[in-house]
């Protein structure tokens, strides 16, 4: 069975350096988003896209923050400078779309900043 | 936007029993409500859903029942096993046109006691 899958599976970066998390989805859905999980805590919507846009943000997707689909495959989240409060689990997921609302999760990466 | 408070947070059983999770969403647009498990450090793994226009869904020890009227859905979960435990989130969706997100309950720590 087709999954999404992330990488790297960890990161331990510097405040203030920039991150990029990978995402690859099933490869016949159409709608793409991030979340993220603070230890312990519930998951969080930040980001979706679709149709090489973002159609919906939260408040947390503040300008440090950004998304592209750089090819037919991949999708990425980029923290421009990351703070200490970044630190958590992100994860990707996929829709098929046209009527399946079905949302499939990435195994997730596990962001540490120090 | 929507909001879902989910309960109890924590629910110990003993292996056999039955566990009910309850949730409650504000958005009266919500038409799609999954229900995702947990393992610790791993993905969330959809185990059930339900659109608006049902009012309970069965697979084999797990059920769905949503009441519209009161903006309330639970997940029932009979003949626990010791593999049930994890943690249960609830979620809800006014998808449609470009966007799916979900908006999260709070989740649900169920412990199966052998």
């Known amino acids: 069975e087709p999954e999404v899958t992330q990488t790297p599976s960890h990161q331990v970066t510097q405040m203030g350096q920039e991150v990029i998390l990978r995402c690859v989805p099933i490869?016949?859905?159409?709608?793409f988003y991030w979340y993220r999980q603070i230890l312990g805590q519930k998951v969080e919507f930040l980001v979706s896209?679709?149709?090489?846009?973002?159609?919906?943000k939260s408040e947390i997707f503040d300008d440090q923050f950004s998304v592209e689909r750089p090819d037919g495959s991949n999708f990425t989240l980029k923290i421009r400078s990351t703070k200490l409060e970044d630190s958590a689990m992100y994860f990707c997921?996929?829709?098929?779309?046209?009527?399946?609302?079905?949302?499939?999760f990435g195994p997730g990466t596990r962001l540490l900043v120090l | 936007g929507e909001n879902v408070e989910q309960h109890p947070s924590t629910l110990s059983v003993q292996e056999g029993d039955s566990a009910v999770i309850k949730c409650t969403y504000s958005?009266?647009?919500?038409?799609?409500f999954p229900w995702y498990k947990q393992e610790l450090g791993k993905r969330p793994q959809l185990i059930i859903d339900?659109?608006?226009?049902?009012g309970e869904k069965k697979d084999q020890r797990i059920a769905v029942t949503l009441n519209k009227t009161a903006k309330h859905f639970s997940l029932h979960i009979t003949e626990t096993q010791p593999e049930d435990s994890a943690v249960y989130f609830c979620?809800?969706?006014?998808?449609?046109?470009?966007?799916?997100?979900?908006?999260f309950g709070k989740g649900t720590l169920l412990t199966v006691n052998p």
């Open positions: 979620a809800a969706s006014s998808g449609g046109g470009s966007n799916y997100k979900l908006t």
């Open positions: 958005d009266s647009a919500s038409n799609y």
């Open positions: 896209f679709y149709n090489n846009e973002i159609s919906e």
């Open positions: 339900i659109r608006s226009n049902v």
């Open positions: 997921a996929s829709i098929e779309g046209s009527g399946q609302e079905t949302q499939y």
């Open positions: 490869s016949n859905h159409l709608y």
